[in-house]
């Protein structure tokens, strides 16, 4: 049985190539039962442990377990860990993945996918608020399908932001600007896409700050309590979903303004699979906003599994 571990995750990662693989997969019949989700004894009490399997329609699996720990940010450790394991179609354990990396790349990809419908074609400035290990992805990913030549970076803590802002200017090319941003509503106002990955239980983002025709990408937040984007965001948007059953169940983005009638669960318009197929439509005109949540789906790490493993030696 293989190991790959988060360093050549990493170095064999192709963006453009995972996009498409995931574009691929949310065509396909795979079937991806809903992801379970345990508390974790001990510590915190957000602590959780969950089991995300995914079957391709070929017979093979890829199953990813994850811990999630929100202690870990005042440890030096990753809040989010996980190992991917990948079946073949016998039945066989062929090889276990960092499912760390993995997980950072695919949820970065799945954005960049839905930008692709999305956002406008002419999207140039993004500014990421967040500063955790997946930061740098989400920037890479939004840039690689729309021609970003400006990243703004908003974090609570400047250290952070430097070294985030650092971070992108690696795996960004070189003629992009990357620069901390100055100032959160600024920024936003300023903004053709808005990615939010962070862990923060309250809104960020206001809705009066978007400016006509803007895309909003929320990743951060997977739990019914946490909020990345204010009622305004979600009233002034055409919302989409990765998947209908992880959002609706998990997105505090969602759910917490469907649940006090701030909009309709009707407004939901679609999922990822609905966009790819086009059973939905994607972006319609050049002024309306458009948001985009994310809470991933063990398919992301079906497609992310099958490719790293398909171009490893």
Not at 42 to 68: C, I, N
Request: contains cysteine; negative net charge.
């Amino acid at each position: 049985m293989r190991v790959i571990d988060a360093d050549q995750v990493r170095a064999r990662t192709d963006l453009p190539r995972l996009i498409e693989c995931l574009e691929r997969a949310f065509r396909s019949d795979a079937v991806v039962p809903q992801r379970l989700i345990r508390a974790l004894p001990g510590g915190s009490a957000e602590r959780q442990f969950l089991v995300m399997p995914a079957f391709d329609p070929d017979g093979s699996v890829a199953v990813k377990l994850v811990t999630y720990d929100p202690e870990n940010a005042g440890r030096g450790l990753p809040t989010v860990q996980a190992a991917v394991v990948a079946f073949s179609r016998e039945g066989t354990p062929v090889a276990v993945l960092d499912g760390t990396m993995v997980t950072r790349i695919r949820t970065a990809a799945a954005s960049a996918l839905a930008s692709k419908y999305l956002s406008r074609a002419d999207s140039s400035r993004l500014t990421v608020v967040g500063t955790g290990a997946l930061a740098p992805w989400m920037a890479a990913a939004h840039a690689v399908v729309r021609p970003i030549d400006r990243i703004d970076v908003w974090g609570r803590r400047p250290e952070r932001v430097a070294a985030t802002v650092d971070a992108i200017r690696e795996i960004v090319k070189p003629q992009v600007t990357v620069c901390a941003a100055p100032g959160l509503e600024e920024s936003v106002r300023e903004a053709d896409i808005v990615s939010c990955a962070t862990s923060s239980p309250t809104p960020l983002v206001a809705g009066r700050w978007l400016k006509t025709g803007s895309f909003v990408d929320l990743v951060g937040s997977f739990s019914p309590t946490t909020r990345e984007a204010d009622d305004d965001v979600v009233r002034r948007a055409r919302i989409f979903v990765d998947t209908f059953e992880g959002a609706l169940a998990e997105a505090g983005d969602l759910i917490d303004p469907i649940a006090r009638g701030v909009i309709d669960r009707g407004l939901v318009e679609g999922e990822l699979a609905d966009l790819v197929t086009g059973r939905v439509a994607g972006r319609r005109t050049a002024e309306e906003i458009t948001l985009f949540k994310s809470v991933g789906t063990a398919l992301e790490d079906l497609a992310a599994a099958q490719l790293l493993l398909a171009t490893s030696p």
